[in-house]
């Protein structure tokens, strides 16, 4: 039996966000959902009601999502789960890459999220409850050729997630990020994806990774419905881990990270431990 929650799930008009809301308020739970576009959200969810608040935010500015998360504050009067789904990916080598496409990913995928958990976390804190669940994916632990700037945002989500979880344990706030695999949404189509528009002669296996991941879309291994599923369970956890995989690919492929990366510390390690003084 699980307990109704307020939740707040950013970028929710499409994909795993979508799926999401849909879940928590078929379950009874009460969900404020942003978008950048409120329409998309009210075509596909309704609009506002006791138990749903769709909410227009830029999440790349702090003002929009203050608005947002005290709006969701003020209507349901309690934050109990905050979703930081929003995100996109972007691909190319690093020098095919303008400073501002790169820059551009960092705000939406990074930014965007530092802005709703510095938002959020006054009331979690006041409450002293709350779990912040924070959407990576696999790329955030093992990269993939031509991705760079995507597993550099994701490895982001990553790091402020594992320290953040450190930072709000002992004030009873609980953080988890998800690392998805491969799940079948929107993410790997022309409308969510970003690649380079000036793709450099030399980099042939990064054309080759892209040309892998487009053929994938729309039979991606991962079910959305299962991996929203796995996210309410999560949240109705008592104890929640810091680090969630989604999906078969995932595990296989942190595993394999694991193993690569043990195997190189070992190599090196007579390096490493060469460099302190000799007292
Ligand atoms: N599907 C996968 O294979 C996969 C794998 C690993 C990780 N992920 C991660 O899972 C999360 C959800 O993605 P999805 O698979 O559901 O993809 P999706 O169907 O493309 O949905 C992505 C959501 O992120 C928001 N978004 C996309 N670009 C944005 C931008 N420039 N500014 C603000 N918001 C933006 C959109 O929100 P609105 O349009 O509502 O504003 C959209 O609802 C993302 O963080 C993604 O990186 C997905």
Redesign the pocket.
Known sequence: MSTSQTWLVT????????TLVRQLLAAGHRVAAT???LS?LTQLLGNASASFLPLETD?TTESSVAQAVSQAISTFGRLDVVVN?????IGGSVEELSDAETRQAFD??VF?MLNVIRQALPHMRTAGSGHIIN?S???GISGNVGWAIYAATKYAVEGVSEVLAQDLAPLGIKVTVVA????R???LTPE?LVLTRQPIEAYQAVRASHEKYLAMNGT?A?DPEKAAGAIVQLAAAAHPPVHLLLGQDAYKRATLKLETFRQELAAWHPLTVSTGFAE
């Open positions: 970028g929710a008009s499409q994909g795993l966000g979508l978008s950048r576009r998309s999440l789904n929003a995100g996109y990916g939406v995928n965007g959407i994916s696999i790329a998805p695999g491969a799940f949404t929107n993410f969510s991606q991962g």
